[in-house]
């Protein structure tokens, strides 16, 4: 299936790399399909794309969350993530959608909602986390320029 990409032009996507979420997006509820895109060329391919496949425009930059918290540990309703099929440890993926402002010095990650997503059945949902010390705007640059320098 060929998809419109806002990064990457228009990208062959086979139907296993799909990600559908039944609810989509807080507050994107209209789109439900995605897949994840990362740029092939670059060495640091931590930061990807959770890219629309049916509004071309529509590409979130995301993270995988020990990135940023080495415990991160979201609680969620089980009734949330029903739709998702069975979650274990094997077929887990959970991504944290980032917002890079011009200023990158302000570059944030939303901890409060995941996107958790099933390998398998490749069904997803965007969830509010109960844990009340996680913030909607988790502060990363200095996080990440210390990480970088230590290399």
């Known amino acids: 299936m060929k998809i419109q990409t806002k990064f990457f032009g228009e990208v062959d996507m086979p139907e296993e790399k799909i990600i559908t979420l039944d609810r989509g997006l807080i507050g994107l509820e209209n789109y439900k399909r995605y897949t994840i895109l990362y740029d092939e ?16 425009t ?25 739709d998702c099929g069975e979650l274990t440890e094997d077929n887990l993926i959970i991504l944290l959608t980032m917002t890079v402002p011009e200023d990158i010095s302000k570059m944030s990650v939303n901890l409060k909602a995941p996107i958790i997503i099933n390998a398998d059945t490749r069904k997803g949902a965007q969830i509010i986390a109960e844990n009340d010390d996680y913030e909607v705007k988790f502060m990363v640059y200095n996080l990440f320029k210390e990480k970088n320098d230590k290399k």
């Open 58 to 82: 529509l590409a979130l930059p995301v993270i995988k969350p020990w990135l940023v918290m080495d415990e991160y540990n979201p609680t969620v309703e089980d009734e949330l993530l029903k």
């Open 41 to 56: 060329e670059k060495e640091d391919t931590n930061i990807s794309w959770f890219q629309s496949c049916d509004e071309p």
